[in-house]
């Protein structure tokens, strides 16, 4: 049965939620996820029906007793909006909306609606632009109903599925073009990455659930003013600053944008671009809303976005944030001990910003190795490239050759060995 309708004093949109999971376990996190999703979507959720679904109706997703339910549930609080908490295919959407009269979207299309919403740099535009666009494709018969598309033999093809078809070309046309425009985003991108690599600092890029807390957690660290805000997907566009370490070290960190239980596979492959920095880091730091009820579900839905990005083995420091809102320290260091490094702060009050500064500066050393060389004069050029790729720690002019002690990488620890 459908809950109480919930509390609505806007003129917002009214959204019905359907859960349609096949484990109870994830109920009251999918409901609280779900309805945040609404508010961020600026609709608001006014009721809700649930049904465990092992195997989806191939026709409507719920069973037709469900439906029934649904549709009641619709007429009873005066929803304008259902929101399934999956993803339909095109056959289940146009079925859908044709039942219950009102609009049907599910978890993916509303993610992408905030996603749009949240969109300000014309990169950002472009990959939400593609993302909805291959989305649609698949779905656009779901715009055309049996009435209006005429079938026949051919010669026979009527008005509707002839603007079907004109459709479906303008958007493989729009598709294409936006790919092209986004990869000459990923050149730019890539070119810079090339040019910071040309500074003595690693890359760290900052990863996790959407709202928790990374771009607070920039702004602590850089003295910046990204912007911040607890609505989910708040930063869509990723943002590099220098934080300044311990003992001389230093990093470019990149905050990206936040993850999501389930994130649609077509977002992943639109922010590409984006999704790079994560790629082409040299460490993550994982940050951990500590305060959440469910955060060992959302750090799993962080880790199956990384794995899906072959980024799952990256080095990573663990960042437990929010650590003022905690009221279980017990719980809170029993997780630091099983997510080893990890450290515990709060980007709000700044608690806890000294260890992970020495705990960032440790994953930088642990990157690096030690390294004693006397580098020949007519090979002088190397001193700089120590400088660009690592830590120079001490260097002198002798007569056989420039003596240098340093922190290098791997690769340029091997070139300064080749140079004797």
């Known amino acids: 049965m459908p809950r109480a309708p919930f509390e609505t004093k806007s003129a917002a949109p009214r959204a019905l939620l359907v859960f349609v999971h096949e484990d109870a376990e994830q109920d009251e996190y999918a409901h609280t996820e779900l309805t945040s999703l609404c508010q961020a979507a600026g609709c608001d959720a006014v009721g809700e029906v649930s049904q465990r ?18 549709w009641a ?14 993803e339909l295919n095109a056959i289940q959407l146009r079925n ?10 599910d978890r993916t299309q509303l993610i992408l609606d905030i996603f749009s919403l949240r969109a300000h740099s014309r990169e950002g535009k472009l990959q939400v632009e593609l993302a909805q666009l291959t989305y649609m494709m698949p779905k656009l018969t779901s715009v055309y109903t049996e009435f209006e598309r005429q079938k026949g033999g051919i010669g026979m093809r009527g008005p509707g599925e002839t603007q079907l078809e004109s459709d479906r070309q303008r958007m493989r046309v729009r598709i294409k073009n936006l790919k092209e425009e986004l990869e000459q985003v990923s050149r730019t ?6 040019e910071r690599r040309r500074r003595p600092f690693p890359f760290a890029c900052l990863v996790g659930y959407t709202s928790a807390g ?17 609505m989910l997907f708040a930063t869509l566009d990723p943002t590099t600053r220098k934080v300044d370490l311990p ?7 990149t905050d990206t944008v936040g993850f999501v239980r389930n994130l649609p596979t077509n977002l992943i492959a639109a922010f590409r671009a984006t999704l790079e920095e994560v790629v082409d880091a040299d460490f993550l730091i994982h940050v951990v809303d500590a305060s959440h009820e469910n955060w060992e579900s959302q750090q799993e839905a962080v880790m199956a976005t990384l794995a899906s990005l072959e980024a799952d083995a990256k080095k990573t420091l663990t960042v437990f944030n929010k ?20 450290v515990a702060v ?43 790729y690592g830590r120079v720690i001490s260097i002198s002019h002798e007569p056989d050759g420039i003596h240098l002690k340093a922190e290098l990488t791997s690769e340029m620890a091997a070139k300064v060995a080749a140079a004797k």
């Open 323 to 342: 650590i003022d809102k905690v009221k279980n320290r017990d719980d809170l260091n029993e997780s630091l001990a099983l997510n080893a490094p990890s």
């Open 346 to 388: 709060s980007a709000k009050t700044g608690d806890g910003i000294s260890d992970f500064l020495q705990a960032a500066s440790a994953m930088i050393r642990s990157l690096l190795m030690p390294v004693e060389a006397v580098i020949p004069y007519a090979k002088s050029g190397l001193v700089q490239e120590c400088y660009n």
């Open 214 to 230: 990374k771009s607070s957690l920039m702004n602590r660290l850089s003295g910046s003013e990204v912007f911040a805000d607890p």
């Open 96 to 105: 859908l909306n044709d039942r219950l009269k009102v609009r049907v979207i």
């Open 53 to 70: 679904v092992q195997h989806p109706n191939s026709a409507t997703y719920v069973g037709k007793g469900k439906l029934e339910e649904v």
């Open 247 to 253: 003992d001389g070290y230093g990093l470019f960190l």
């Open 73 to 86: 549930a619709v007429r009873d609080t005066g929803a304008d909006l259902v929101i399934f908490d999956c």
């Open 189 to 194: 991108r890539s070119r810079q990455r090339q």
